[in-house]
């Protein structure tokens, strides 16, 4: 399976953005997702995921603000990012564990990754 990421992007502070991830090849259905950002000079960290039933998590820097969802049909899984803020500035990562990670996928994440998509909020 390979991740595509696309939708990032330069917007003013309070702007929104969508950002998509297409897998290609065959994805199980126990599949968990998720988005990741890394910040210039910090680690990457997940911001938002969405479990193989369908029952998103937000991170409390997002909560309120970014939407995950799928569209199970075209594979694509998507980020929904209002109100942005200078501070969301980061590379943006889609990934998936395909099911390996299970119930431990909020802690351990997945193996699959997309390329990020460059996300840069101007104040």
């Known amino acids: 399976v390979q991740l595509q990421a696309s939708g990032g992007g330069l917007v003013q502070a309070g702007g929104s953005l969508r950002l998509s991830c297409v897998a290609s090849?065959?994805?199980?259905?126990?599949?968990?997702w998720g988005w990741y950002r890394q910040a210039p000079g910090k680690d990457r960290e997940m911001v938002a995921a969405?479990?193989?039933?369908?029952?998103?998590n937000y991170w409390d820097s997002v909560n309120g603000r970014f939407t995950i969802s799928r569209d199970a049909a075209k594979n694509t899984m998507y980020l929904q990012m209002n109100s942005l803020k200078p501070e969301d500035t980061a590379v943006y990562y889609c990934?998936?564990?395909?099911?390996?990670?299970?119930?431990?996928?909020?802690?351990?994440?997945?193996?699959?990754w997309g390329q990020g998509t460059l996300v840069t909020v101007s104040s």
């Open positions: 990934n998936t564990d395909l099911g390996y990670s299970g119930e431990y996928y909020l802690s351990l994440g997945g193996d699959y």
């Open positions: 090849g065959s994805v199980p259905s126990s599949s968990n």
């Open positions: 969405l479990n193989s039933i369908g029952v998103p």
